[in-house]
C-alpha cells in the first residue's frame, strides 16, 4: 500500500515538473547586442547616455510573455552627448549619492509582474528598484523576432533622487533638472 503511494506521488510530481517546463521558458537577454539609452532634462537643455545591461530573462509560455528579470549595471553610466572634462565631471556627479549613489547601489532591477498582450505589444507592470527604493512602474513592450523594445519615463524622486528638482527645492532657476528623465531599451533575446 505504501509502495502504490509511492509511486502514485513520484508521478504527480514528475508530470507536473514536465508541464512545467513545457509551459514556461526563460529567453535569456543578448547583453552584448542589448542597448539601454537615457535622457535626462533640464531647464536649459539636455544630456544623454548609455547604460549596460548585467543579466536578464524573459519567461515565456509558449511564444507569449509571462514574466521576466533585468538587471542593469549601475556603475557603467555613460554620458555621450558631452567629451572631456564635463563628459567626467558629469558621469562623477550622476554615480554619486546626489544621483545614483552607485559605489553603494550598483545595481538597478526590474522585475514583471503582470502582462496584458495588446496586438504585437504587451503591457506590462512591475517593480523597478533603483538606489534601494521600489515602485511599481508600467509601460508597453514591443516583441519582435527576438528583439524587445519600449520607451519610457521614470520619475527620480521616487527613488531619493531629488537633486536639482523643482518640486523639492525653490529658486533652482535655470538650474532646475526634471523630475523624469527617459528610457529607450531595446533588448536582444
Keep these: 500500500m505504501k509502495m502504490n503511494y509511492l509511486k502514485s506521488l513520484l508521478a504527480s510530481v514528475v508530470v507536473a515538473a514536465i508541464s512545467f517546463n513545457t509551459l514556461s521558458a526563460q529567453d535569456k537577454v543578448q547583453i552584448k547586442d542589448s542597448k539601454v539609452k537615457w535622457e535626462g532634462e533640464k ?4 544630456h544623454d547616455g548609455v547604460i549596460q545591461m548585467k543579466e536578464g530573462f524573459f519567461l515565456m509560455d509558449g511564444k507569449e510573455l509571462v514574466g521576466g528579470e533585468f538587471i542593469v549595471d549601475m556603475t ?10 564635463g563628459k567626467a565631471k558629469l558621469e562623477g556627479h550622476l554615480n554619486s549619492d546626489d544621483f545614483f549613489g552607485t559605489e553603494k547601489h550598483k545595481e538597478a532591477k526590474f522585475t514583471i509582474k503582470t502582462v496584458a498582450k495588446k496586438g504585437d505589444t504587451y503591457g506590462v507592470s512591475g517593480d523597478m528598484t533603483i ?3 521600489t515602485n511599481p512602474i508600467a509601460f508597453d513592450l514591443k516583441m519582435v523576432k527576438g528583439k524587445a523594445s519600449t520607451e519610457f519615463k521614470i520619475d527620480r524622486t521616487k527613488y531619493d533622487i531629488r537633486y536639482g528638482s523643482g ?5 533652482l532657476g535655470d538650474k532646475t533638472i526634471y523630475d523624469e528623465f527617459k528610457l529607450m531599451v531595446e533588448l536582444m533575446y
Design 131 to 133: 538606489k534601494g527604493k
Design 43 to 46: 531647464l536649459t537643455g539636455s
Design 76 to 85: 557603467t553610466i555613460e554620458v555621450t552627448d558631452l567629451e572631456g572634462d
Design 167 to 171: 518640486s523639492f527645492f525653490d529658486n
